[in-house]
């Protein structure tokens, strides 16, 4: 399941990133922001009472900023909105209702999102400001005093969060009984590597605006089809640009749109441009997918424009995996759009990818091979104490999650981690989907 989407909407001043910086900075969660792409800490990921979700805030805009910017904050906004699984309202306790708050209301009401009201900078404690219930008019039920600054009420407000959240899920019924089995891809890389025309080549219609021009794409656009018997929903992104590329607001937000696209897929289609070849920027989109636990799939892009000659393509294979080694386990599939060569080999592989992702191996079996692999090859040991496996078993898929039980973790060497995970691909594959181990000692409970 995708993580939820929070987004912090408000008018300026209000402390809708002091929220934000309140949130995903403080020991209250566990937050690793998006390495390469985050623009203004707008993205940022976050932990409550064990449930992860993501943060997005729109930012503030300075007074006497000229209408132009104004509209380029309320782009801001509705992009935000239309992305959130929920968003907080954030208004000024010490300013009171404004009309720039009854602005943004009407906006909000726009919208079918659960909205929650966040009266900030309440720093009274349990004495609230005089004006504070003038905040029902705004009609979305009882506000919630917080202090971002001196980080009051923040507990409470999270709590409603995850509620509003918990609420939203079971009446769209997702869970292990409703769940989508649809592929979910997404077409992911820097601009104009030709993801666009993918996605038009594969529907048979123009569904996307194709252009030299890069960044044409500012959405992230699902349709679903289907592809010898199985269904797909095909998810086209705005390209990730370099950072120093992005300054437009509306262009920032194409960023998050895209990370978000990434989150709610099963497989990531990498596109890259061959005759670029592989750059900085593919390689930190290509961490975004790998980091997030995401099936992926290589699509080398424009390969008419290669000459050939002799194992031309596998010396290309070898050349993509010395540049992106954290990728190693991803097929390659060498295409061009522009000619339609290989599109049907590229979802093929995307197939075979999501089934890997979801493979389950029965304890049984997993604990035989470990064991084979023990007695070829010794765990690591460390002053005359050597690492014991107790048992095995697979805990988690999408993707595959391994628990081990051991003596002491502690002895659990990175290469021999490594080793066992090459004896598990040996047999089963796994080909396009990261793995991930835990180590457990006696006593503890399993993932």
């Keep these: 399941m995708s993580l939820p989407m929070i987004a912090i909407v408000g008018r300026p001043n209000v402390g809708k990133s002091s929220f934000f910086n309140r949130i995903v900075g403080s020991r209250l969660a566990i937050v690793e922001d998006v390495p390469g792409v ?14 992860k979700f993501a943060l997005i805030d729109t930012g503030g805009i300075d007074e006497g900023a000229d209408d132009e910017i104004f509209d380029r904050m309320r782009e801001q906004a509705e992009v935000a909105i239309d992305m959130a699984d929920l968003i907080l309202f ?8 404004t009309t720039g708050d009854r602005e943004v209301a009407d906006l909000l009401r726009q919208s079918s999102k659960k909205v929650l009201l966040i009266v900030n900078k309440a720093d009274g404690g349990a004495r609230l ?3 504070f219930y003038d ?3 705004l009609g979305f039920g009882e506000p919630f005093p917080v202090s971002a600054a001196n980080d009051t009420g923040i507990g409470d407000a999270l709590d409603e969060m995850m509620k509003a959240i918990d609420a939203r899920r079971r009446g769209a019924g997702e869970g292990e009984d409703g769940e989508d089995e649809r592929i979910r891809l997404a077409v992911i890389g820097k601009p104009n590597v030709g993801k666009s025309s993918f996605v038009n080549a594969i529907l048979g219609e123009n569904r996307m605006i194709v252009s030299d021009v890069p960044g044409t794409t500012r959405d992230s656009i699902d349709s679903p089809f289907t592809f010898q018997d199985e269904e797909f929903v095909l998810i086209d992104t705005a390209g990730i640009r370099r950072r120093a590329k992005v300054t437009d607001g509306v262009e920032r ?6 990370i978000g696209a990434i989150e709610r897929s099963d ?3 990498l596109m890259i ?11 930190k989109v290509a961490g975004l997918a790998h980091e997030s636990g995401k099936g992926v799939v290589i699509a080398m892009n424009k390969w008419d424009l290669v000459e050939k000659e002799t194992n031309t393509m596998e010396k290309w294979r070898k050349k993509v995996e010395a540049e992106m080694p954290f990728l190693s386990y991803a097929p390659q599939v060498y295409i061009s759009v522009k000619d339609r060569q290989r599109l049907h080999r590229a979802l093929e592989t995307v197939s075979a990818v999501a089934a890997n992702c979801a493979l389950r191996i029965p304890t049984a079996q997993l604990n035989s091979l470990v064991q084979d692999a023990i007695a070829m090859k010794q765990p690591p040991s460390d002053k005359g104490k050597r690492l014991k496996i107790y048992y095995v078993s697979q805990v988690g898929i999408k993707p595959p999650l391994f628990s081990f039980k051991v003596n002491r973790r502690d002895l659990m060497h990175f290469s021999y981690s490594r080793y066992l995970e090459n004896r598990i691909r040996a047999v089963w594959g ?10 457990r000692e006696k006593g503890e409970e399993n993932a």
Excluded at 40 to 47: F, H, L, P, Q
Excluded at 273 to 283: F, L, R, Y
Excluded at 430 to 439: H, L, N, R, W, Y
């Design 273 to 283: 441009d061959v005759s670029q070849g592989v750059t900085e920027q593919d390689k």
């Design 90 to 97: 954030i208004t000024d306790g010490k300013a009171g209702v």
């Design 267 to 269: 497989v990531c289609l």
């Design 135 to 137: 905040f029902y008019e």
């Design 253 to 258: 937000f194409s960023v998050v749109r895209a």
């Design 38 to 51: 985050t623009r203004d800490r707008i993205y940022g990921e976050a932990e409550w009472c064990g449930r």
């Design 430 to 439: 796994f080909t396009g989907t990261p793995i991930s181990f835990v180590f």
């Design 129 to 131: 400001p005089e004006d």
